[in-house]
């Protein structure tokens, strides 16, 4: 009976981990589009200023809301801005402040690629675990080694090991990839076009 259940877990945590790659990917590819044809789609870049004024509510830096509004493609910045605008700072440069002691550059390269990639390796962990989990129940891995291998509970911990890694992963590429692109925003902004003009 206890068996069953752990096999049970185990093949929820493939699902979840099946999902999750779904999920991410779709957030990849789709999710920001969608995002950014409601933003627009609200009243064209005009329904854009309800969301510059509660920016600047948000005492984001007047610099920020420039570079903003000076772009027709200003929707594919707002949310990314509305998410991580009380982690900016403005000290030389705009920066980030991860952590009280950790402040950062913004990212120049967009890592989802990578991330995706993690996810992906992740998930193929998961269903190798999920197979050796039901092999084991007939068969046993030979060796002292990989005894672990034969024991339910620790392959039902090692996937959901993976599918909170693989949590983490996705909570890191929308952080990161937000921050990219703002970065995006800051480097065509009217301010640095002026620098690079003198």
């Known amino acids: 009976m206890l068996t069953a259940l752990v096999l049970l877990l185990n093949f929820i945590g493939v699902a979840i981990a099946v999902y999750q790659v779904y999920d991410i990917y779709y957030e990849q590819n789709v999710g920001d589009e969608e995002r950014e044809r409601a933003e627009?789609?609200?009243?064209?870049?005009?329904?854009?200023?309800?969301?510059?004024?509660?920016?600047?509510?948000a005492n984001v830096d007047p610099r920020v809301l420039e570079a903003v509004t000076a772009r027709e493609d200003?929707?594919?910045?707002?949310?990314?801005l509305r998410r991580r605008r009380q982690r900016l700072v403005f000290e030389d440069r705009l920066k980030v402040r991860h952590l009280p002691f950790w402040t950062s550059s913004l990212p120049r390269r967009d890592l989802r690629l990578t991330l995706?990639?993690?996810?992906?390796?992740?998930?193929?962990l998961v269903l190798f675990l999920g197979g050796l989990s039901l092999y084991t129940v007939a068969y046993q891995v030979p060796?002292?080694?990989?005894?672990?291998?034969?024991?339910?509970?620790?392959?039902?911990?090692l996937i959901y090991?993976?599918?909170?890694?693989?949590?983490?992963?996705?909570?890191?590429?929308?952080?990161?990839?937000?921050?990219?692109k703002i970065g995006q925003l800051m480097a065509?902004?009217?301010?640095?076009?002026?620098?690079?003009?003198?």
């Open 74 to 80: 200003a929707a594919r910045f707002l949310q990314p």
């Open 161 to 180: 090991a993976l599918v909170a890694l693989t949590h983490g992963v996705a909570w890191l590429d929308r952080y990161l990839h937000d921050l990219y």
């Open 143 to 157: 060796g002292d080694t990989f005894a672990w291998m034969n024991s339910e509970v620790v392959l039902m911990g």
């Open 116 to 124: 995706l990639s993690v996810v992906l390796v992740n998930c193929l």
């Open 40 to 57: 627009t789609n609200e009243a064209g870049w005009q329904g854009g200023a309800p969301a510059i004024a509660a920016l600047r509510e």
């Open 188 to 198: 065509w902004s009217p301010e640095s076009a002026s620098v690079s003009a003198h």
